[in-house]
């Protein structure tokens, strides 16, 4: 089978939907190499096959300007399409003065700021380069998004987009805003929909922080209760600083806070997932497993099914 995206140059038979690199160059190469991307005249390519980022390529790893560099490239070569993450979004909220310079976001964001220099020539071409990424790239039998493919979403951006889906500086900004209808959108689709939770099932989250919403696995269909829908980091407290007892299988307050997805299969990122390779639903694949945090950078090589298969899944530690 012969795939064409608008983008790409040539023909080509499928898209490999790379994971959140988080600053591993290192990652990214011996994926790419696994895969059978080569370097031609500085940027990788595969002769058959084009690349697609979901984003966050920056913060937490030793090798945020080495993994910019080499994505930068494939994406000028024709050989990747690169999709904006919520690390890519914050970055250009942090340089703009839109986004709060706190304690908190400053430690988020500093393994990025310490490497191109925070206000550095370097800095402002980078954040330049990350306002112009798409936010969500449809390519016919295949979708990939950062976080959750929502439409609601998506046409409350329309107003802002480029042809590319990407944003303009207007609407960023307006999205940089809580309390804004683009706020919200922007949230849903590179941060994924969460959900309210009885107070009685608030949990500790990693920094002991009291949290009482949870993530809503969009990607599932059937019942629609916490127990099915909502998602606890695993070793999570409760309030009382006990282990948390789970979420009760009773039915979620409505409207949901997305209706539930159809369509064609769509690729994500995000969730910092572990363990097994595998799909979370015929239809539905994140490749988020951890690459940030100690574990290996995942891809989806898709050549045109219609639906998805664990075989697949590749990654490279
Ligand atoms: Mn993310």
Same mark, same amino acid.
């Given at each position: 089978m012969t795939l064409t995206s608008s983008e790409a140059p040539n023909l080509i038979d499928g898209f490999d939907v790379i994971g *959140? /690199?988080? $600053?591993h160059a290192d990652k990214l190469a011996a994926l790419l190499d696994q895969m059978g991307y080569t370097r031609n005249a500085g940027a990788w390519a595969h002769p058959r096959r084009q690349a697609v980022f979901v984003g *966050?390529?920056?913060?937490? $790893?030793?090798q945020q300007v080495a993994t910019v560099d080499i994505v930068r490239k494939m994406e000028a070569a024709g050989s990747a399409l690169v999709a904006m993450g919520n690390h890519e979004f914050n970055a250009i909220a942090w340089h703009r003065g839109w986004?709060?310079?706190?304690k908190k976001n400053r430690e988020q964001h500093k393994a990025f700021l310490d490497e191109v220099v925070d206000g550095s020539p370097l800095h402002d071409e980078v954040v330049a380069w990350f306002t112009r &990424?798409? &936010?969500?790239? *449809? &390519?016919g039998g295949l979708r990939v998004i950062h976080a959750c493919w929502d439409q609601w979403s998506m046409s409350v951006l329309s107003p802002h987009l480029a042809n590319n889906n990407s944003m303009s500086e207007d609407g960023l900004e307006a999205a940089a805003?809580? $309390?804004?209808a683009e706020f919200d959108a922007v949230e849903i689709l590179l941060k994924g929909p969460e959900v309210p939770l009885p107070s009685e099932f608030g949990y500790l989250d990693k920094k002991q922080h009291p949290r009482v919403h949870a993530r809503y696995r969009w990607w599932r269909n059937g019942p629609t209760t916490y127990w099915h829908r909502a998602h606890l980091p695993s070793d999570a407290l409760g309030l009382d600083e006990q282990p948390h007892r789970g979420f009760p299988d009773i039915d979620l307050p409505t409207?949901?806070? /997305?209706?539930p997805y159809v369509g064609p299969p769509v690729v994500y990122g995000h969730y910092w997932q572990t363990g097994l390779l595998q799909l979370t639903s015929p239809i539905t694949v994140c490749v988020d497993y951890s690459a940030g945090k100690g574990g290996p950078l995942a891809a989806y090589r898709w050549s045109g099914e219609t639906t998805l298969t664990d075989l697949h899944l590749v990654a490279a530690e």
């Open positions: *959140d /690199v988080h $600053g *966050d390529l920056i913060d937490n $790893g030793p986004r709060e310079r706190s &990424l798409p &936010l969500w790239f *449809d &390519l805003y809580k $309390g804004t409207p949901l806070p /997305v209706p």
